[in-house]
Nanobody, 124 residues
Framework: QVQLVESGGGLVQAGDSLRLSCAASGRSATRTAMGWFRQAPGKEREFVAA????????NYADSVKGRFAISRDNAKNTVYLQMNSLKPEDTAVYYC?????????????????WGQGTQVTVSS
């Protein structure tokens, strides 16, 4: 089992930055691939970014490439999502997810464990 707790969401203006954090705990928390997903009202959950447990592989959605950066600190069992140049269309609930067997998958179904989500709202 892996428990995930996100933090760092909030209300910002377009062009601002936010950094989300996801603290993982439980067995094998450090040897999991980690991903960030988001879900806007009335839409399906979509992939944002992911990183392998070693950090050697990263993937990004086209919509966030060049603006968002995923990183992790395995000593702290924490993964981060640095979000820069935020746009109103980035508004969503952001979820952290863990995949104990994979490597930075972009597929929702690949992830076995999910956090409760943190709201990010970007005003124009």
């Amino acid at each position: 089992q892996v428990q995930l707790v996100e933090s760092g969401g909030g209300l910002v203006q377009a062009g601002d930055s936010l950094r989300l954090s996801c603290a993982a705990s439980g067995r094998s928390a450090t040897r999991t691939a980690m991903g960030w997903f988001r879900q806007a009202p009335g839409k399906e959950r979509e992939f944002v970014a992911a990183m392998s447990w070693s950090g050697g592989t990263t993937n990004y959605a086209d919509s966030v490439k060049g603006r968002f950066a995923i990183s992790r600190d395995n000593a702290k069992n924490t993964v981060y999502l640095q979000m820069n140049s935020l746009k109103p269309e980035d508004t969503a609930v952001y979820y952290c997810a863990a995949d104990p067997y994979g490597s930075a998958s972009v597929v929702v179904a690949s992830y076995d464990y999910w956090g409760q989500g943190t709201q990010v709202t970007v005003s124009s």
